[in-house]
């Protein structure tokens, strides 16, 4: 099946930093999404973007299908950014999601 | 509002027990699923439904039952099997293969 990888696994950042966090995944994908884990659990829809480039707020993302990678941007951190960012695909030929390992981020004031 | 409900919030569970966690949704979203995350690591996917009536195992099914009797509603049982169940289970939605929402999770450990 698939293989989805996550990069960095960890990055501590002082609050008003930029990031970009990788996922990178093995085959075509018709479906890509960013989620953000809070501290109490929480997923939350980030973006849903098997290809191109969105944007909300500080948040950014891109996907580039033909290389099989997407990235996430977060500018201006805010502590309230903490939490494990998860990648989650599904492949042309599969039914279900498989979710990488996440990125744990902890934006310090 | 629309969303996905999951309940109860923690459950403790003795040795033995078997135990049910509810998941409702009033999306009309005709996909479920069911994940199972341990602390400090990723989701792994224990059944999915794609359609009423209908079920597949995951990954890691072993020692876990489901039932989708209703469109909106895909409760797992954790049975007296599955060796190691404390963890968070989360459960979630799709229509098609287009975006897919979460529940709040429930907590489970075992006493």
């Known amino acids: 099946g698939i293989q989805v990888e996550q990069s960095p696994p960890d990055l501590i950042l002082q609050e008003g930093a930029n990031s970009t966090l990788r996922c990178n995944f093995s085959?075509?994908?018709?479906?890509l999404q960013w989620f953000h884990q809070n501290p109490w659990g929480q997923l939350i829809n980030l973006f849903y973007?098997?290809?191109g480039t969105k944007q909300n707020g500080r948040l950014s993302a891109t996907t580039v299908a033909t290389e099989r990678y997407s990235l996430l941007y977060i500018s201006s951190s805010q502590t309230t950014d903490s939490g494990v960012y998860f990648c989650?695909?599904?492949?042309?030929?599969?039914?279900?999601?498989?979710f990488g390992p996440g990125t744990r981020l902890s934006v310090l004031p | 509002d629309g969303g996905i409900t999951q309940s109860p919030k923690y459950l403790f569970r003795k040795e033995g027990q078997n135990v049910t966690l509810s998941c409702e949704q009033n999306?009309?979203?005709?996909?479920m699923y069911w994940y199972r995350q341990d602390p400090g690591q990723g989701l792994r996917l224990i059944y999915y439904?794609?359609?009423?009536?209908?079920?597949q195992k995951g990954d890691i099914a072993e020692g876990y039952s489901v039932s989708r009797e209703k469109k909106e509603s895909f409760p797992l049982t954790v049975t007296s099997a599955q060796k190691n169940p404390t963890a968070f289970y989360l459960c979630?939605?799709?229509?098609?293969?287009?975006?897919?929402?979460f529940g709040p999770g429930t907590r489970l450990t075992v006493l």
């Open positions: 979630a939605s799709t229509q098609g293969y287009n975006e897919q929402f």
């Open positions: 085959d075509s994908v018709n479906n």
């Open positions: 973007i098997p290809s």
């Open positions: 989650a695909v599904v492949d042309n030929y599969g039914q279900n999601f498989v």
């Open positions: 999306l009309n979203h005709d996909a």
């Open positions: 439904s794609q359609i009423v009536n209908d079920f």
